[in-house]
């Protein structure tokens, strides 16, 4: 099994950045996806999930209305479209799976990626 992410970078606060997560290794389309971040010192922090069909999108309120997560099946790829970025998105953004839902909770989820550091400049 294997999640891995990539995109991740230096923005700037306002602008924008997409994060890309590969799956490879299980029924991917058995799988609900999560985006999670973390500061360091913190507790990992959900920012969106997408069901296994993708018809189903959830978001922390932090986020929403500046971020899209999408998946592809085929692909077996998930990504997070992150928009009018803030200093406060900073973190390392880690892409999960669990299978047949999605929830917020990081303990929930089978399998997880290596992370990608977002850094967002003022």
């Known amino acids: 099994v294997q999640l891995q992410a990539s995109g991740g970078g230096l923005g700037q606060a306002g602008g924008s950045l997409r994060l890309s997560c590969a799956a490879s290794?299980?029924?991917?389309?058995?799988?609900?996806m999560g985006w999670f971040r973390q500061d360091p010192g913190q507790a990992r922090e959900f920012v969106a999930g997408?069901?296994?069909?993708?018809?189903?999108?959830y978001y922390a309120d932090s986020v929403k209305g500046r971020f899209t997560i999408s998946r592809d099946n085929a692909k077996m790829t998930v990504k997070l479209q992150m928009n009018s970025l803030k200093p406060e998105d900073t973190a390392v953004y880690y892409c999960?799976?669990?299978?047949?839902?999605?929830?917020?909770?990081?303990?929930?989820?089978?399998?997880w990626g290596q992370g990608t550091l977002v850094t967002v400049s003022s």
């Open positions: 997408v069901t296994w069909s993708g018809g189903s999108t």
């Open positions: 999960a799976a669990q299978k047949g839902m999605v929830t917020k909770y990081a303990s929930d989820y089978d399998y």
């Open positions: 290794g299980f029924d991917f389309s058995d799988y609900g």
